[in-house]
């Protein structure tokens, strides 16, 4: 009994020794993280974005114990975190903000990143809601009269918004198919600057989410109509663009991604700690002031709708091509 003992002991202390020489891979996903991450905001610092991803990032590193610290990297129609998740280590360490754009660009453009194959779907968070904004001494009163002035005026109507063929641009170009009028899209690489061009006179309208909320509790802009399905909680007098008339909405989604190939046990980890982010009060009054609608997906969801998004974004792209072509 005694021998038998000895060589248990013998056995466990040897174990225990090769454990704490060598590590093992589930103790390693457990102590994820161990060092700050980092998380790129691919937009202008001050947007709906910006203030949303850092009321997110805020809530979850507190659910990880580690900071998760923010960085604005504008340009390229909010694409910019997608390319760097392309070349940047899978250890959980640096993700991006990704919008619903990073499924149409490819399909425009040659891109460095393919959204099939160099991301790791990890968390969808919430959709955006927009709005069709005018100063507010603008002549035109609703929807119905700035469509009329841009079928009018072959100048057609300037509109600025946070990127060339993001949500807001696709869908007035949609608009402006259907409805045969003119609009001339100027893109901006952020809310401010788009708010900043409309309320100096350089653009006539901006679409943009709902960082126009407080200049239009302020008095300084109108909202007209909204390109969301339904009518905005935030805007209860703007009509949609269906209810006067035009089969035109948009559906933006945005999520958190990482590079292609993570650990699952890290995916995990970062999925529960940004779905109980979701739930944070002070998160939840962010996503309230701006007008957001939760949308939470997991990963396996996540990957699931990308594959599809991808498709249909390609659709959409076609559409828009062969409608500018027979302009």
């Given at each position: ?41 691919p937009y202008g610092a001050g947007g ?83 709005a069709v904004a005018v100063k507010k ?29 993001g949500s807001q641009h696709l869908t ?156």
């Open positions: 009994m005694q021998r038998r003992r000895f060589f248990r002991v013998a056995l466990a202390t040897t174990g225990l020794a090769l454990t704490a020489s060598l590590g093992t891979p589930a103790l390693a996903a457990d102590e994820f993280p161990t060092r700050p991450i980092r998380l790129i905001v709906v974005t910006d203030q949303v991803t850092r009321a997110l990032a805020d809530a979850a590193g507190r659910e990880l114990g580690q900071s998760i610290v923010v960085e604005n990297k504008p340009g390229v129609s909010g694409t910019l975190g997608a390319t760097q998740m392309a070349t940047t280590e899978p250890d959980g360490y640096t993700l991006s903000m990704a919008p619903v754009v990073i499924f149409r660009l490819p399909h425009v453009q040659k891109m460095r990143y393919d959204p099939l194959k160099d991301l790791t779907y990890i968390s969808m968070i919430a959709d955006y809601n927009f001494d603008a002549k035109w009163q609703t929807m119905q009269e700035l469509i009329a002035e841009a079928k009018a005026n072959k100048k057609g109507i300037s509109y600025g918004t946070t990127g060339i063929y007035i170009s949609e608009l402006a198919r259907v409805s045969q009028s003119n609009w001339t899209h100027v893109p901006y690489k952020g809310d401010a600057e788009a708010i900043t061009a409309l309320l100096s006179g350089s653009s006539d309208v901006a679409v943009l989410s709902n960082t126009l909320l407080p200049y239009v509790q302020g008095g300084q802009m109108r909202v007209l109509a909204t390109l969301s399905e339904k009518r905005a909680a935030d805007f209860p007098n703007a009509p949609t663009l269906k209810e006067i008339g035009y089969p035109v909405w948009s559906n933006s989604p945005f999520g958190i991604v990482g590079p292609a190939n993570m650990k699952p046990a890290v995916v995990k980890r970062l999925d529960e700690a940004f779905r109980n982010a979701l739930k944070d009060p002070k998160f939840l009054n962010v996503t309230r002031q701006y007008g957001m609608v939760s949308n939470y997906m997991n990963p396996e969801q996540y990957t699931a709708y990308a594959q599809k998004a991808f498709k249909s974004e390609g659709e959409i792209i076609a559409r828009l091509a062969e409608a500018m072509k027979n302009q």
